[in-house]
């Protein structure tokens, strides 16, 4: 069938029942997504989907849905809503192309356990398996990206796997579900007497901790000398920022968050040491590499952060405190764990505390002075400088710049590369979830969209996407979305004229025979935005950058911003991949 | 603690829902591990299936593959049967040219050494039928092969822990036999 008379099949027999008595398909979907407190969701139709659609159409007072122009822009600003939140994100997609589209969305989502319901349309039961029009396998080709997933050939299946999906979603380390839905389905209606399902066995969840472990982290911890909290991604999930903070408040020990754990403790808090790992201060992978107890808290022990996993913390004794236990011994094998997620056990960890009496604590600090003089001196030794020029604007010189014309309250939300290192390095991040990029999969393109979900998610929030020249180019088409619903959006382009990063590691490591990073030939941003009837504005020159900035933040609409800078800066400190943090280079 | 490359079955009790068997085997090609053999059937109670996997690897390996599966939302249990005293069991279909006469009381009395099963049989073929460890199934085949062995179904290894927590056989990885 072909899309048009697939749309006239739709349009037919639509006397959409008003009593929920004998529902179609389509509104026990909407209704079930109303129920698990949805009133947001990001897609695009399609001909699978039109029965969805038109219930949305009936329910727009209670759920608004955002028409994105591509569905990967979709599933990233699910995303961007879920991460500033950590609510279940929803996108919606047709079969086939719209199916294949969001794939990139879901992979990312999935890495960096984000917690999504991607509804995907399928053509009709009688016709899965056929070849049938905008086909594909959006199950199968899905399994390896998503927490759970279903493939509803049963209307009276749909109330149930909806309640569920959001559950699995959230619950646990949370992650994508895809719930692929056939079009016949959406039209069936449903006899409610019935109704099955319900009673399905899902994923257990840690929520209880043990406390003789915890015991024993804590003896290890108050007798160790030179401890390091390695914190990531798990701080941020769990909402534990503040009982870290209290941990640290009441010990003393320092803190090295990952690029996925900035922001759940605060980068300017005396016991921060920065981001550790490949771009990583040089202070946290020194301390890491001389620490002799490493209590890492939701981490994963990425190879971005360990380098060589041989020899990374060398000399620590390694405890593990993760929600997942696949991820205690995948990457490193730790001498203690404990499974729980990061707000329990750090909460169960202050507790215990509290019944140690402060001698022991007042003890246990003092014997770490040296270890804090040490680390001191570190950083006085290699700090994280920005080098400003007169004639071109020195990208951490536009992160500082921004940081400054924020007040460092604002979600900045990256794209991947060059840029996102240096917004990691050279914005310090107060509070949880203000800072959200592309981690696990490193997709360039998220950024912008993702910005959109996150303005969204917290409207009273200064939003800022900062995004490559390149990755910019892959969803810039979503500039159209945020001016059809009047969402500020404020995308800083960081314009280097080059796939930075990829330039970065050719130069470093290839010689500098710059294979196919060459983005000087690149549409005029500032035209491009007006073209999209948003505000563009260009800084070229230092002297030029904050008036531009404050100028383009104060637009109450959509503002572009073409920065342009030096092309041909590296990001540093860098560890080479999978060496050991001893060949950091510094500049 | 056994290191290297060491067999284990691992016996997954999972949803029994579409989908769910192609949910496992793929976690398995996505990470790397091995799939020697699998089956799988009912359990006791019909919702639920068994899949037994044989894999191969060293002991944290193991650990993930067990760890891992039991991150799949539909799945109830995992086991690594193999690191517990354990009977375990594969059955083959073998289909051997045998002609009347000699070579027949050949068959026939490897049949009853191994205690296998003649399923079938015409003027030319025998179907025979055998069930026991993986390695008196090598066997057997291998015994059969100066006769025209023309094809060989093997189900793949299911397994299940001794109800005593004593291995009566010798080795604590061996599955031990009748
Ligand atoms: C979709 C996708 N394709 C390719 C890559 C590989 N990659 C990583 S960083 C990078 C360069 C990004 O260039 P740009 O967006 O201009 O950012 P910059 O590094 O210059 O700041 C590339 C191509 C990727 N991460 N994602
Ligand atoms: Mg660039």
């Known amino acids: 069938m072909t899309e048009v008379a697939q749309a006239r099949a739709a349009v037919t027999p639509l006397a959409a029942p008003l009593s929920?008595?004998?529902?179609?398909?389509?509104?026990?979907?909407?209704?079930?997504?109303?129920?698990?407190?949805?009133?947001?969701?990001?897609?695009?139709?399609?001909?699978?989907?039109?029965?969805?659609?038109?219930?949305?159409?009936?329910?727009?007072?209670?759920?608004?849905?955002y028409l994105v122009r591509h569905e990967q822009g979709a599933v990233h600003a699910a995303e961007g809503y879920a991460r500033a939140t950590g609510k279940v994100g929803v996108a919606l997609v047709t079969s086939g192309p719209g199916a294949t589209n969001a794939v990139t969305g879901i992979a990312t989502a999935y890495m960096d356990s984000i917690p999504l319901v991607v509804i995907t349309g399928q053509v009709p039961t009688s016709t899965i398996g056929t070849d049938a029009f905008q086909e594909v396998d959006t199950f199968g080709m899905t399994l390896p990206i998503v927490k759970h997933s279903y493939l509803v050939k049963d209307v009276r299946m749909l109330d149930s796997v909806i309640d569920e999906a959001f559950r699995i979603a959230i619950s646990g380390k949370p992650g994508p579900v895809v719930i692929d839905i056939p079009k016949d389905v959406t039209a069936a209606v449903c006899d409610w007497t019935k109704a099955v399902g319900g009673d399905e066995p899902s994923a257990n969840s840690h929520q209880f901790v043990d406390h003789d472990r915890i015991g024993t982290v804590i003896e290890k911890l108050l007798a160790a000398e030179r401890p390091v909290l390695y914190v990531?991604?798990?701080?941020?999930?769990?909402?534990?920022?503040?009982?870290?903070t209290h941990l640290v408040d009441i010990l003393n020990v320092p803190v090295t968050p990952t690029l996925m754990g900035l922001g759940g403790?605060?980068?300017?808090?005396?016991?921060?040491?920065?981001?550790?790992?490949?771009?990583?201060?040089?202070?946290?992978?020194?301390?890491?590499?001389?620490?002799?107890?490493?209590?890492?808290?939701?981490?994963?022990?990425?190879?971005?952060?360990?380098?060589?996993?041989?020899?990374?913390?060398?000399?620590?004794?390694?405890?593990?405190?993760?929600?997942?236990?696949s991820n205690i011994g995948k990457n490193k094998q730790p001498h203690f764990s404990v499974?729980?997620?990061?707000?329990?056990?750090?909460?169960?960890?202050?507790?215990?505390?509290?019944?140690?009496?402060?001698?022991?604590?007042?003890?246990?600090?003092?014997?770490?002075?040296?270890?804090?003089?040490?680390?001191?001196?570190?950083?006085?030794?290699?700090?994280?400088?920005?080098?400003?020029?007169?004639?071109?604007?020195?990208?951490?010189?536009?992160?500082?710049?921004?940081?400054?014309?924020?007040?460092?309250?604002?979600?900045?939300?990256?794209?991947?590369?060059?840029?996102?290192?240096?917004?990691?390095?050279?914005?310090?991040?107060?509070?949880?979830?203000?800072?959200i990029t592309s981690g696990g999969l490193g997709t360039m393109g998220f950024g912008l969209p993702a910005a959109i979900g996150a303005q969204l998610a917290r409207p009273e929030a200064q939003v800022i996407a900062v995004v490559g020249d390149g990755g910019f180019q892959m969803t810039n088409q979503e500039i159209i979305t945020a001016i059809q619903y009047g969402i500020p959006l404020k995308v800083v382009i960081m314009n280097n004229g080059y796939l930075g990063m990829v330039r970065q590691w050719q130069e470093m490591f290839y010689d500098r025979?710059?294979?196919?990073?060459?983005?000087?030939?690149?549409?005029?941003?500032?035209?491009?935005?007006?073209?999209?009837?948003?505000?563009?504005?260009?800084?070229?020159?230092?002297?030029?950058?904050?008036?531009?900035?404050?100028?383009?933040?104060?637009?109450?609409?959509?503002?572009?911003?073409?920065?342009?800078?030096?092309?041909?800066?590296?990001?540093?400190?860098?560890?080479?991949?999978?060496?050991?943090?001893?060949?950091?280079?510094?500049? | 603690m056994v290191i290297g490359?060491?067999?284990?079955?691992?016996?997954?009790?999972?949803?029994?829902?579409?989908?769910?068997?192609?949910?496992?085997?793929?976690?398995?090609?996505?990470?790397?591990?091995?799939?020697?053999?699998?089956?799988?059937?009912?359990?006791?109670?019909?919702k639920w299936s068994?899949?037994?996997?044989?894999?191969?690897?060293?002991?944290?390996?193991?650990?993930?593959?067990?760890?891992?599966?039991?991150?799949?939302?539909?799945?109830?249990?995992?086991?690594?049967?193999?690191?517990?005293?354990?009977?375990?069991?594969?059955?083959?279909?073998?289909?051997?040219?045998?002609?009347?006469?000699?070579?027949?009381?050949?068959?026939?009395?490897?049949?009853?050494?191994?205690?296998?099963?003649?399923?079938?049989?015409?003027?030319?073929?025998?179907?025979?039928?055998?069930?026991?460890?993986?390695?008196?199934?090598?066997?057997?085949?291998?015994?059969?092969?100066?006769?025209?062995?023309?094809?060989?179904?093997?189900s793949g290894c299911v397994a299940i822990n001794r109800l005593s927590p004593f291995d009566r056989s010798e080795e604590p990885n061996k599955s031990s036999e009748e």
């Open chain 2, 5 to 46: 490359n060491t067999r284990h079955t691992i016996s997954i009790t999972v949803a029994n829902e579409a989908g769910e068997l192609s949910r496992i085997v793929g976690l398995f090609s996505a990470r790397g591990y091995v799939v020697e053999t699998i089956s799988v059937g009912k359990t006791l109670e019909p």
């Open chain 1, 265 to 325: 403790f605060p980068s300017a808090h005396p016991a921060c040491l920065g981001m550790l790992g490949m771009h990583g201060t040089y202070t946290a992978n020194t301390a890491i590499s001389e620490c002799d107890l490493l209590l890492a808290i939701g981490v994963r022990f990425d190879d971005r952060v360990t380098g060589k996993i041989a020899t990374f913390a060398p000399n620590a004794e390694i405890i593990h405190i993760d929600i997942d236990p």
């Open chain 1, 339 to 435: 499974v729980a997620d990061a707000r329990t056990a750090l909460r169960a960890i202050i507790e215990c505390l509290s019944e140690k009496g402060e001698g022991v604590i007042a003890a246990s600090i003092e014997r770490r002075e040296d270890w804090r003089r040490k680390i001191e001196g570190w950083k006085a030794a290699a700090p994280m400088n920005c080098e400003h020029s007169n004639d071109e604007i020195k990208p951490q010189a536009l992160i500082e710049a921004l940081h400054r014309v924020t007040g460092g309250d604002a979600i900045i939300v990256t794209d991947v590369g060059q840029h996102q290192m240096w917004a990691a390095q050279f914005y310090p991040f107060k509070y949880s979830r203000q800072w």
């Open chain 1, 232 to 244: 990531g991604g798990g701080i941020v999930t769990a909402d534990a920022a503040d009982d870290l």
């Open chain 1, 513 to 587: 025979a710059y294979s196919e990073v060459d983005l000087s030939i690149s549409p005029d941003f500032v035209k491009l935005a007006e073209a999209y009837g948003a505000l563009g504005l260009r800084a070229t020159r230092p002297a030029d950058l904050e008036g531009v900035l404050r100028e383009g933040l104060a637009h109450p609409g959509v503002t572009i911003f073409d920065i342009v800078v030096s092309k041909e800066e590296n990001v540093f400190p860098i560890i080479p991949p999978g060496q050991d943090s001893l060949r950091m280079i510094l500049k």
């Open chain 2, 50 to 154: 068994r899949a037994t996997i044989v894999t191969r690897g060293d002991e944290r390996t193991i650990e993930q593959i067990v760890k891992q599966c039991g991150r799949l939302a539909r799945v109830r249990e995992v086991k690594a049967v193999t690191s517990e005293p354990h009977i375990e069991r594969e059955m083959a279909l073998i289909d051997v040219s045998v002609t009347a006469g000699a070579e027949r009381q050949d068959v026939m009395s490897l049949v009853d050494i191994f205690r296998a099963k003649v399923v079938d049989i015409s003027h030319e073929r025998m179907i025979l039928e055998l069930s026991g460890t993986r390695d008196k199934v090598d066997t057997f085949i291998e015994m059969l092969k100066p006769l025209k062995v023309n094809d060989v179904t093997r």
């Open chain 1, 20 to 65: 929920s008595a004998a529902p179609r398909g389509a509104e026990i979907i909407v209704r079930g997504l109303i129920r698990n407190g949805v009133d947001t969701i990001f897609g695009l139709p399609g001909g699978a989907v039109l029965h969805i659609y038109d219930e949305l159409w009936r329910f727009r007072d209670e759920i608004t849905h």
